[in-house]
């Protein structure tokens, strides 16, 4: 347990106060005065809609925000909820605000809200994000009642999406995990989820919180923990996915947390992915994931360039993670000009599981591992832009389909890797 989470006397005092409850939903936080105030008012409409006999707290594990998300939670009221959805709370319903020490990091928010959850015994607890500008009181249902109602340990959200939405989930993160743990996730980062207090207490027992995935890639080890634990999990669909907007995330950190933790995991659970399994579906709750085919403009030549450019400038640093024939595949890719350039799925897959077992292997320092794989992911981001550009809906499903499925009958081939010679 990393010293900096250890809680602070005033949130224990008033996690004293409240006394034990039978809902939990914690919200993360850093600078979100703007989007804060109406998330936690959709909170606090879906636990008096759809819970209102049950007692609930709501936990908002702070950051160090500098602008006054705090306060907005603190005064986000019941009655304004309740004037909202025209039914008045049977119960007690508490709402607290914490900050963290060590900044903003997902990992130790995650960390405090369970340590609440520790100590208040909740039937269920949810996670939601506070930039969720489009949440509507029946995501609290959507992601609690199977939970409540089916004693589900973990469950995870469903997006209608762009179809250039969550790239890096769709064309590495998603098929992988379900290649290796053998569940059909489709958002295994999820910013919003809900779990069990049983499930919730394993995870966090687990010695991690003083480790790089206890800070960053938190949500994806809790997913993948509830996969490789045995753990009771379903998919409930909450509708459009939209956010408020950010800068674009740069994709270097965004790649530690997601394939660096995935990476990471496959030391930690070798016994649960190479179990010889297939891959399966999982309950799911409400329609299939949809995809959305607004216009979006994405630069495809510029990831056409960084491509080639990473791929001949980082040689060397790629001759001792890639075998020898992959190396010469994707030189040989990388030599197509552009209206004929295409990343195949079989050569995408098998530089990836190639990339996980130097990873395993730590041949080059393990960041490096990762930082290598960018200019890579450019291309196959380039490939899956170009082959989907006229995709309806259903094509689009069917190409995420078919990599999945690459991924799965190339597994054997990461094995392979895993405690052998390139």
């Keep these: 347990m990393p010293e900096e989470t250890i809680l602070t006397d005033d949130f224990l005092r008033e996690l004293m106060n409240v006394g034990e409850v039978d809902i939990l939903i914690g919200v993360p936080t850093f600078n979100d005065a703007k989007t804060v105030p109406q998330v936690v008012q959709a909170i606090r409409g879906g636990l008096l809609k759809y819970f209102p006999r049950q007692r609930a707290v709501i936990i908002n594990a702070d950051g160090g925000s500098k602008d006054s998300t705090q306060d907005l939670v603190r005064a986000a009221s019941i009655s304004d909820a309740a004037q909202a959805t025209h039914i008045q709370a049977l119960r007690t319903l508490h709402s607290i605000s914490t900050r963290y020490e060590g900044g903003p990091a997902h990992g130790r928010a995650l960390y405090t809200i369970l340590a609440g959850a520790d100590l208040l015994h909740p039937a269920a607890c949810a996670i939601i994000a506070p930039d969720s500008v489009n949440i509507q009181p029946e995501w609290i249902d959507r992601l609690l009642g199977p939970v409540v109602r089916d004693s589900f340990d973990f469950v995870s959200p469903m997006y209608r999406r762009h179809k250039y939405d969550g790239l890096l989930v769709r064309n590495l993160i998603y098929p992988m995990n379900r290649a290796l743990y053998g569940k059909k996730i489709r958002e295994p980062y999820p910013t919003e989820f809900a779990f069990s207090t049983r499930f919730g207490s394993y995870f966090f027992g687990q010695d991690i919180w003083s480790e790089d995935v206890g800070s960053k890639g938190t949500e994806l080890f809790f997913t993948i923990s509830a996969l490789s634990g045995g753990f009771r999990v379903a998919q ?73 450019h990473g791929v001949a400038e980082l040689e060397p640093v790629l001759g001792s993670i890639l075998t020898p024939a992959t190396l010469e595949q994707l030189k040989a890719t990388a030599a197509l000009p552009e209206p004929r350039f295409r990343y195949p799925d079989d050569v995408w897959t098998r530089s990836v599981y190639e990339f996980a077992a130097s990873y395993h292997k730590a041949v080059i320092s393990r960041d490096h591992i990762i930082q290598a794989l960018a200019p890579l992911y450019r291309g196959k981001t380039y490939t899956f832009l170009a082959e989907n550009r006229d995709a309806g809906a259903e094509e689009v499903e069917q190409n995420v389909e078919n990599l999945c499925l690459e991924f799965e009958r190339e597994k054997p081939y990461l094995l392979e890797l895993w405690d052998g010679k390139k």
């Design 236 to 308: 409930t669909f909450l509708g459009d996915k939209d956010r408020i907007d950010h800068a674009p995330a740069d994709l270097i950190p965004a790649m530690r947390e997601t394939v660096g933790t995935l990476f990471w995991s496959l030391d930690r659970n070798f016994p649960a992915w190479t179990a010889d399994k297939p891959p399966e579906a999982v309950p799911t709750l409400g329609p299939q994931p949809q995809v959305s085919q607004d216009t979006l403009r994405v630069n495809r030549k510029r990831l056409y360039d960084m491509f080639v």
